[in-house]
T-cell receptor, first 113, second 111 residues
């Protein structure tokens, strides 16, 4: 299970602002993921990475972008926040051999006003 | 792609046994895993099945039948702290491609 850290935990931001949600893991896992989850709803995969310089879009269309320059770091950026981006964003990582087992960060609750 | 179905709510009393079912439809399937999420918290991993059969981890067990595209999570000796949402998630290929999550089952444990 990963030690995975997300900052900030809570963020309220105005429409049109650019924001970056930080995610770091200390286990050296190759696979990292970003999920979006509305309250009481399922998790939707928005981005994933299988290693440095590898990024892919998930099943849920998202206006966010990600980068993976270092193994331990997988930030998510919204160039221009909108109220529809209000949600919880969960970062996760996994050992390559057992992708069924994800360790999640505590999440970032984003509110765009 | 994958789609998973699980009941939206289950209620049981403390000390009882409860089973949460999950059926899946996939274009490729490697295995099924289960996660628990308390209100306001992050999902935490409980169990997974890559092979048919039962996996037991303390009070929690998980079962998979590939021929039936079906799995379940069994919770024994229910405690109040088990009240949470439980998600099944399917992986689409060996090495753990992408995990697709079900919509979650809200378990309420009554005293």
């Amino acid at each position: 299970e990963a030690d995975i850290y997300q900052t900030p935990r809570y963020l309220v931001i105005g429409t049109g602002k650019k924001i970056t949600l930080e995610c770091s893991q200390t286990m050296g896992h190759d696979k990292m993921y970003w999920y979006q989850q509305d309250p009481g709803m399922e998790l939707h995969l928005i981005h994933y990475s299988y290693g440095v310089n590898s990024t892919e879009k998930g099943d849920l269309s998202s206006e966010s972008t990600v980068s993976r320059i270092r193994t331990e770091h997988f930030p998510l950026t919204l160039e221009s926040a909108r109220p529809s981006h209000t949600s919880q964003y969960l970062c996760a990582s996994s050992e390559y051999e057992t992708g069924l087992v994800l360790g999640f960060g505590q999440g970032t609750r984003l509110t765009v006003v | 792609g994958q789609s998973l179905e699980q009941p939206s709510e289950v209620t049981a009393v403390e000390g009882a046994i409860v089973q949460i079912n999950c059926t899946y439809q996939t274009s490729g399937f490697y295995g099924l895993s289960w996660y628990q999420q308390h209100d306001g918290g992050a999902p935490t991993f409980l169990s997974y099945n890559a092979l048919d059969g039962l996996e037991e981890t303390g009070r929690f067990s998980s079962f998979l039948s590939r021929s039936d595209s079906y799995g379940y999570l069994l919770l024994q000796e229910l405690q109040m702290k088990d009240s949470a949402s439980y998600f099944c998630a399917a992986s689409d290929r060996d090495g753990g491609g992408q995990l697709t999550f079900g919509s979650g089952t809200q378990l309420t444990v009554l005293p």
